[in-house]
């Protein structure tokens, strides 16, 4: 089966900095999708970013990118600019492409905005 | 923007009883998933739903849980004789194609006495 880990469970930023979340995996395929999805205190699952695993080019939203290593199986987001709104918990997934359609979350990250 | 709606938001139940949890996922989406999150934990899949049928299920989605589509809009999450352990957030999720992106629901906040 298929592990995602984040070895950070909680980090902080102040506000207009940069902060980075860590994401490893662990996989036998060579296709996947990656996610990373933020819950604030309402516990509503938000899509930040995805990642299809044979696009070489990080994935990036507005103030939200990828950095996506294959080869070690690394997943990071960066924030830039953080807010005060980004204080949340951030939860890396991984979802096979090829069969099964359950995502397989980390443990999470809690993500600490002060001003 | 279209979103997946649930309800109710907050179930409170007494250990042994029948519970069914309600979904409206997005209204041309053809996937459909119930993930659930104990408090202070990681979100665990239940079990996948495409073309009327179970797709994928989990460990955790044992012979106490069923899921049911009964009309074309809602789809919904029974627990048959539901356990203390059973408390937990309840998600909801649909989507488009199988390599779409899942978009959640709020969740159903399930308390077990």
């Known amino acids: 089966a298929q592990t995602v880990t984040q070895s950070q469970p909680e980090m902080s930023v102040q506000e207009a900095e940069t902060v980075t979340l860590s994401c490893t995996y662990d996989t036998s395929e060579s296709d996947y999708y990656l996610f990373w999805y933020k819950q604030p205190p309402s516990r509503q699952m938000i899509l930040v970013i995805r990642?299809?695993?044979?696009?070489?080019q990080n994935a990036t939203e507005n103030r939200f990118s990828v950095n996506f290593q294959k080869a070690a199986k690394s997943f990071s987001l960066k924030i830039s600019d953080s807010q005060l709104g980004d204080a949340a918990m951030y939860f890396c997934?991984?979802?096979?492409?090829?069969?099964?359609?359950?995502?397989?979350f980390g443990k999470g990250t809690s993500l600490l905005v002060t001003p | 923007e279209p979103e997946v709606t649930q309800t109710p938001s907050h179930q409170v139940t007494q250990m042994g009883q029948e519970v069914i949890l309600r979904c409206v996922p997005i209204?041309?989406?053809?996937?459909f998933y119930w993930y659930r999150q104990i408090l202070g934990q990681k979100v665990e899949f239940l079990v996948s739903?495409?073309?009327?049928?179970?797709?994928?299920k989990s460990e955790i989605f044992d012979d106490q849980f069923s899921v049911e589509r009964p009309d074309g809009s809602n789809f919904t999450l029974k627990i048959r004789s539901t356990k203390l352990e059973d408390s937990a957030m309840y998600f909801c999720?649909?989507?488009?194609?199988?390599?779409?992106?899942?978009?959640f629901g709020p969740g159903t906040r399930l308390t077990v006495l």
């Open positions: 209204s041309n989406h053809l996937y």
């Open positions: 739903f495409y073309n009327n049928e179970i797709s994928e």
């Open positions: 990642q299809e695993a044979y696009k070489q």
């Open positions: 997934a991984y979802r096979r492409s090829n069969s099964g359609y359950a995502l397989n």
């Open positions: 999720a649909s989507n488009l194609r199988s390599g779409g992106t899942q978009y």
